[in-house]
């Protein structure tokens, strides 16, 4: 199934995103230790500030897709929800298409999609085929605009199967591609994931990702990648942003973030037989809980199924799997280059 013409043949290419010293405030309640300070909060509430954006600059243009990284709370979503005109900030510029995401929220939301991947737009008790019906009166979309559309994405997205399926007996990886499409159904030409793969198991993760790289290649739609996956981020963007506390720490091609952070990838050994120690020359051993034994390499230095290889021939192997170090670890490698 072929999608639409790209854009980028019926466009040029510019900057659809552009966000300027953005800055996001929330407060947090808080109360004084012990029972005197319980009963003083009863009267007197105390507030943290907490600076969910701190500066935030950075533009994206027409057709790229980004990839958009940090642990929790970092400010990810808090970002795309001030893109969607969800939240308002307290400082800074921001357009979305030449538009303020805010000040104009009704024809905002027809130029962009979103999913995200703990909740759904779609309505738990009622079939899949309903909750398109209605977005489609939500969104103001033509009969036959929403009819090609929903034609294109339920054969590209297999979805035929589910569609008198209330969404509460989907599977999360059915109801992941139920609510992509969902977010396609008015052709939006900027779409925001934010944590689209999550809880999804191997097969799922891969249909996800291929449908997107199809979308933004094929139809040329503009998208921001938010997860703490990073082989999301390997297998789509080549680009990335990482922030942390507010902060963007880096905003560049995602081949020179590897060359600096992440020249370093894992391999964990369940093994058949938890006795004995596990070497190999091109890895070093990272750590072992009785039979899982993990493991880091360079691949610059060793090929992954050249090591594998060694592995499996050498060890009692009963699972295997290769994996990018946790977000977290780069977030920590970033700061540690940074302070270089």
């Not at 109360?31 to 009267?43: E, M």
């Not at 995200?116 to 969104?139: C, N």
């Not at 989907?170 to 992509?180: A, E, N």
Request: proline share 6%.
């Amino acid at each position: 199934m072929q999608l639409r013409p790209s854009m980028r043949e019926c466009s040029p290419r510019m900057a659809f995103i552009e966000v300027e010293r953005l800055v996001k405030l929330f407060y947090v309640a808080e109360r004084a230790p012990g029972v005197w300070g319980a009963l003083r909060g009863l009267f007197h509430r105390r507030q943290r500030e907490v600076r969910a954006l701190d500066g935030v600059s950075f533009s994206i243009a027409e057709g790229e897709m980004v990839g958009y990284i940090g642990p929790n709370g970092a400010g990810k979503s808090t970002t795309v929800k001030v893109l969607g005109g969800i939240l308002v900030p307290e400082a800074g510029r921001c357009e979305v298409m030449g538009r303020v995401p805010w000040r104009d929220r009704i024809e905002h939301v027809r130029g962009i999609g979103a999913v995200f991947g703990q909740r759904t737009q779609l309505w738990w008790d009622l079939p899949v085929a309903e909750s398109f019906d209605l977005l489609r009166d939500i969104y103001g979309v033509s009969a036959a605009e929403h009819a090609r559309a929903r034609a294109e994405l339920v054969e590209t997205l297999g979805l035929a199967p589910l569609l008198d399926t209330p969404v509460r007996q989907l599977s999360l990886g059915q109801r992941m591609r139920c609510d992509l499409a969902a977010s396609l159904l008015h052709s939006p030409r900027i779409l925001f994931l934010d944590e689209p793969t999550i809880g999804l198991d191997a097969p799922a993760k891969l249909a996800v990702r291929d449908f997107v790289r199809k979308l933004n290649r094929e139809r040329g739609v503009t998208v921001l990648l938010t997860t703490h996956d990073l082989d999301d981020i390997e297998a789509l963007c080549e680009r990335v942003l990482v922030i942390n506390a507010g902060r963007i720490l880096h905003d560049g091609p995602l081949a020179a973030l590897r060359r600096g952070v992440m020249n370093e990838r894992r391999v964990i050994l369940d093994l058949a037989d938890g006795a004995g120690e596990v070497s190999d020359p091109d890895a070093k051993v990272l750590r072992r809980e009785g039979a899982r034994v993990e493991l880091s390499f360079d691949p610059g230095a060793v090929s992954a199924p050249a090591l594998i290889s060694r592995l499996t021939a050498k060890y009692p192997v009963r699972d295997l799997t290769v994996e990018n170090p946790p977000i977290e670890e780069v977030i920590a490698r970033i700061y540690s280059e940074q302070g270089k």
